[in-house]
Every structure is written in C-alpha cells, then in structure tokens.
C-alpha cells in the first residue's frame, strides 16, 4: 500500500476522491480511448470546453507535459492532463518523456497548492509501453518530483487492471 506519501488501489480513477487526477492524455486534449475516453466521459463537456481552451491558447500539450483543468462532474475538482509517449522500443527517449510527465503533474499539483493526487497507468494502455518499466519509472520520477511540491500530502497509483495493481504493490510495500 504505501512508501512515504505514495500508495496504490485497484479501481476507476473516474470515481477517487483527491484534489486531482491525472489524465493520461494525447497531445490534442480532446479525449480519446481508455483512461482518457473514461475521464471525459464521467466529467462532463466542462472538462472538454476547458481543454479546447487550451488548445486554442497553446495548440494542446506536447508529450512529457502536462496541463490542469476542472474537473466537471467528476469528484475531484481538476484533472491534470499529463501526455506520456508513445512505446517505440526504446530508442526515442521514451523513458524520460514517460518520466517528465509524472514530474510535471506533480510540478502542477505543487503549483496548485492541493494536497492529494491520484494517477493512472500512464502510456500502458494502447501507448504500449511495458508496464513493469513504467511501474519503475513513475515511482522513481513522483519520489524525485515531490520535494518540490510541499502541499501534496498523498499520491496513489490507481489501477484498473490486476497486472498493473501486482506491479505496483510488489514495488511499494
């Protein structure tokens, strides 16, 4: 369950209480499938209106960044929409891109002042990218992101599938 301020459950992110969850999103902000369709779905067209803000300020989110919005209908009052890469074999830093997008909703949440966020399994979905190196590699860059945003309090990995779940559970306890 937990290592200093993290911890990991097995459900739907949709339904956490916490200050924000992480959308794993794609670079355009305007939902997609998996985590992403779930989120837009159960938030309401507030969230998507925000992210088409966005879109029109900046031109969407580049991978390894990460934007707020509300939250809409969903319980937690922002979502942090974080682009991780696409798996590509390796080759095309997808590591550090994977990383940098953990470290920058963590920067955001900081930034925010909230105290509790919960993220998905970001790029193992259709992304592809292999879930035991993305377990390692979320822990490693939310441990290093978090002496830099004082406020948050808790962060836990939210699982929907069991092999995800295993993984961070061997990981963390």
Known sequence: MTGEHLQVVHGDITRMEVDAIVNAANNGLLGGGGVDGAIHGAGGPAIMNACRAIREAQGGCPTGEAVITTGGL????????????????????????????????????????????????????????????????????????????????????????????????????
């Open 74 to 173: 969903l319980p937690a009052p922002y979502v942090i929409h974080a682009v991780g890469p696409v798996w590509k074999g390796g080759s095309q830093d997808e590591d550090a891109l994977l990383a940098s997008a953990y470290r920058n909703s963590v920067r955001l949440a900081g930034e925010q002042g909230l105290r509790t966020l919960a993220f998905p399994n970001i790029s193992t979905g259709i992304y592809g990218f292999p879930r035991d190196r993305a377990v390692d590699i979320a822990i490693r860059a939310v441990r290093d992101a978090l002496p830099k945003a004082p406020s948050l309090e808790q962060v836990t990995f939210v699982c929907f599938d069991d092999e995800n779940y295993r993984l961070y559970r061997e990981r963390l306890t």
